[in-house]
T-cell receptor, first 114, second 111 residues
């Protein structure tokens, strides 16, 4: 099993540009989570999906952020327009439904907005 | 979500046991206690979890107080590769498994 796959691993962009982060969850997992990690705020949950449906997006910082899960094997997190304060490491995680609910994290995308 | 309290940092020597404490005095009856760790430049990884009884797996042991208001993650023989940030998290009893990460404990392992 390849685990959760995120792309790109690193992204450098200029303020105002659109950024799209991608995630492929582990096959068979029903839940998908997007997190953001910064030194100041630590690891924050942005949004999570269950069976491709967004369940809780209360962590999404503002309307510039949007996330989609068109099918069970793919999700995107989009920032439009990007700002320097969006610079962070963004992690995707997936989890099987059930009592254990262990989350498996990808390697993350390091985003730098100049 | 019920909160957890962990020391900011701890140190250990290689080959020695490490006991990482976590306080969760407002835990509810349906909250599971999860531990994750994050190695440098990596995503978090699951370590262990439990509800009421002590748990053991190949990575660590989890000791849960009888009143469930605290728990301890035990690494039986620390190695340099165990140097990481360790997070103690309470997970509610829903089927979606939402996790709320705190600041965690930075574990330094000395050779």
């Amino acid at each position: 099993d390849a685990g959760v796959i995120q792309s790109p691993r690193h992204e450098v962009t200029e303020m105002g540009q659109e950024v799209t982060l991608r995630c492929k969850p582990i096959s068979g997992h029903n839940s998908l989570f997007w997190y953001r990690q910064t030194m100041m705020r630590g690891l924050e949950l942005l949004i999570y999906f269950n069976n491709n449906v967004p369940i809780d997006d209360s962590g999404m910082p503002e309307d510039r952020f949007s996330a989609k899960m068109p099918n069970a094997s793919f999700s995107t997190l989009k920032i439009q327009p990007s700002e320097p304060r969006d610079s962070a490491v963004y992690f995707c995680a997936s989890s099987p439904t059930g009592e254990r609910n262990i989350q498996y994290f990808g390697a993350g995308t390091r985003l730098s907005v100049l | 979500d019920a909160k957890t309290t962990q020391p900011n940092s701890m140190e250990s020597n290689e080959e020695e046991p490490v006991h990482l404490p976590c306080n969760h005095s407002t835990i509810s009856g349906t909250d599971y206690i999860h531990w994750y760790r994050q190695l440098p430049s990596q995503g978090p990884e699951y370590v262990i979890h439990g509800l009421t009884s002590n748990v053991n797996n190949r990575m660590a042991s989890l000791a849960i107080a009888e009143d469930r208001k605290s728990s301890t993650l035990i690494l039986h023989r620390a190695t340099l590769r165990d140097a990481a940030v360790y997070y103690c998290i309470l997970r509610g009893g829903t089927s979606y498994g939402k996790l709320t990460f705190g600041q965690g404990t930075i574990l330094t392992v000395h050779p």
